[in-house]
């Protein structure tokens, strides 16, 4: 049996990814430092990492961010701002 929980703390995935123009500068300015993984960009900007996933997907696809290869030793991809503006 499947059961719901009707009081969700996951916002629509459609809201996330139209906030990520808006949450870019944050993300940026995390990444000045050097490269990160996903979770401590999370941390850094103080957002869900469930969100921060799209956030940075949608970056990455878009050619904000790259991703380094090899994974940490905890598996996560690290990713780098690519130096694009506007």
Same mark, same amino acid.
């Not at 490269?35 to 990455?60: C, K, N, S, Y």
């Not at 790259?66 to 506007?86: H, L, P």
């Given at each position: 049996? &499947? %059961?719901?929980?009707? &009081?969700?703390?996951?916002? @629509? ?9 808006? &949450?870019? /500068? +944050?993300? $940026?300015?995390? $990444?000045?430092? #050097?490269? $990160? ?5 999370? /941390? /850094?900007? @103080? /957002? ?9 997907? #949608?970056?990455? +696809?878009?050619g904000w $961010? ?6 940490? &030793?905890? #598996? ?5 701002? %690519?130096?694009?503006?506007?």
């Open positions: 049996m &499947v %059961t719901t929980n009707p &009081v969700s703390t996951h916002r @629509d995935d459609r809201e996330v990814i139209r906030e990520e123009p808006l &949450v870019r /500068a +944050r993300i $940026l300015a995390a $990444l000045r430092d #050097g490269p $990160l993984t996903v979770p401590e960009i999370a /941390a /850094a900007i @103080d /957002a869900p990492t469930h969100e921060t996933v799209f956030w940075v997907m #949608g970056m990455r +696809r878009y $961010l790259a991703e380094i290869k090899g994974a940490t &030793v905890d #598996g996560y991809f690290q990713y780098e701002a %690519t130096g694009r503006t506007a």
